[in-house]
């Protein structure tokens, strides 16, 4: 029997129907992308010395915004029309559209492909640069949860595929609607963050463990225990400062990007605060320790900036 047929689909009408694909894109991480996107066009404007390009730009900001939150949409859309209903009723995710009855599965799925497609065509909007890299961006976020790659089940690999989607990838990307996306700084920035999103984008995975481990998802506390997992957590959150550092002395960075230094006894504190069944945030539906994830991406845009005016 079909996830499907265990559900009692709701009353069609549309702001039901609105309400519940805005539930399925889980608002909350669209947070992240809007503030790489509006920070990281900024950003390269105010290092070649051209901030009034950022605001003669608008028209391109808010394109580059949109698009990068819609990748974002249609990542999560995705990822929970692959999974299992069940898997959602098992780690304590019966709220969500799926389960409720809200949506199905085919309906998720159909969403998740238009909204990827929107992303796409207003991305080539921009310019071609920009366009091929939410092209790259979505390719990611489709085949971390779709067949045939479903890198997801892949184990230390899935690591790797979101710290590189969400920590290497971004900045050159949004970088691209002003600049090239292969000058040093968004690259030597962008390695940095994909150490450190490797390592804490793994808090999303403590409060499924159940689930996960019942249908055979590898996530890192599964596969290794939460213990080995803290550890991992905290040797990428270690790497990452330390490259940072390495940069300043090498003078590749300047002085002034110390400032993102202020962020790493709060990793330490988070990661040691994480346990086997971490208390959830209402209105966020996972864990205070993955809402710093996202809060603490988003922080380090904001304090490259500064540092970039600093500089």
């Given at each position: 029997?079909?996830?499907?047929?265990?559900?009692?689909?709701?009353?069609?009408?549309?702001?039901?129907?609105?309400?519940?694909?805005?539930?399925?894109?889980?608002?909350?991480?669209?947070?992240?992308?809007?503030?790489?996107?509006?920070?990281?066009?900024?950003?390269?404007?105010?290092?070649?010395?051209?901030?009034?390009?950022?605001?003669?730009?608008?028209?391109?900001?808010?394109?580059?915004?949109?698009?990068?939150?819609?990748?974002?949409?249609?990542?999560?859309?995705?990822?929970?029309?692959?999974?299992?209903?069940?898997?959602?009723?098992?780690?304590?995710?019966?709220?969500?559209?799926?389960?409720?009855?809200?949506?199905?599965?085919?309906?998720?799925?159909?969403?998740?492909?238009?909204?990827?497609?929107?992303?796409?065509?207003?991305?080539?909007?921009?310019?071609?640069?920009?366009?091929?890299?939410?092209?790259?961006?979505?390719?990611?976020?489709?085949?971390?949860?779709?067949?045939?790659?479903?890198?997801?089940?892949?184990?230390?690999?899935?690591?790797?595929?979101?710290?590189?989607?969400?920590?290497?990838?971004?900045?050159?990307?949004?970088?691209?609607?002003?600049?090239?996306?292969?000058?040093?700084?968004?690259?030597?920035?962008?390695?940095?963050?994909?150490?450190?999103?490797s390592g804490f984008q793994i808090t999303k995975d403590f409060p499924d463990m159940k689930g996960d481990r019942a249908f055979d998802l590898?996530?890192?506390?599964?596969?290794?225990?939460?213990?080995?997992?803290?550890?991992?957590?905290?040797?990428?959150?270690?790497?990452?400062?330390?490259?940072?550092?390495?940069?300043?002395?090498?003078?590749?960075?300047?002085?002034?990007?110390?400032?993102?230094?202020?962020?790493?006894?709060?990793?330490?504190?988070?990661?040691?605060?994480?346990?086997?069944?971490?208390k959830k945030i209402k209105g966020i539906e996972n864990s205070v320790e993955w809402a710093f994830f996202y809060i603490g991406l988003g922080?380090?845009?904001?304090?490259?900036?500064?540092?970039?005016?600093?500089?």
């Open positions: 029997m079909t996830s499907e047929k265990h559900l009692q689909l709701k009353p069609k009408f549309l702001p039901f129907r609105i309400k519940a694909y805005l539930e399925l894109v889980r608002p909350f991480t669209l947070l992240s992308p809007v503030i790489v996107a509006i920070s990281g066009s900024l950003m390269s404007t105010l290092s070649h010395g051209q901030p009034n390009r950022f605001f003669e730009g608008w028209e391109a900001v808010i394109k580059a915004t949109v698009s990068l939150g819609l990748v974002q949409m249609c990542g999560q859309a995705l990822n929970q029309s692959e999974d299992p209903v069940e898997l959602d009723v098992l780690n304590n995710k019966s709220y969500r559209p799926l389960p409720q009855g809200k949506l199905t599965r085919r309906q998720a799925r159909m969403f998740g492909w238009l909204i990827g497609l929107l992303a796409l065509a207003l991305s080539f909007t921009i310019h071609l640069t920009y366009g091929l890299g939410i092209l790259l961006l979505l390719l990611f976020a489709v085949f971390y949860s779709v067949k045939p790659l479903r890198v997801k089940k892949r184990r230390v690999i899935g690591t790797i595929w979101l710290g590189v989607s969400r920590g290497l990838l971004p900045l050159p990307i949004v970088w691209s609607v002003f600049y090239s996306p292969f000058e040093d700084l968004p690259i030597l920035l962008g390695i940095m963050l994909f150490f450190w999103v590898p996530t890192f506390p599964v596969e290794y225990g939460v213990a080995k997992t803290k550890k991992f957590m905290q040797a990428m959150n270690v790497s990452a400062f330390i490259f940072l550092v390495v940069c300043i002395l090498a003078r590749l960075l300047a002085l002034s990007f110390a400032l993102a230094l202020l962020l790493f006894p709060v990793g330490i504190l988070v990661i040691r605060g994480i346990s086997e069944r971490p922080f380090f845009y904001i304090l490259f900036t500064l540092a970039v005016v600093m500089a």
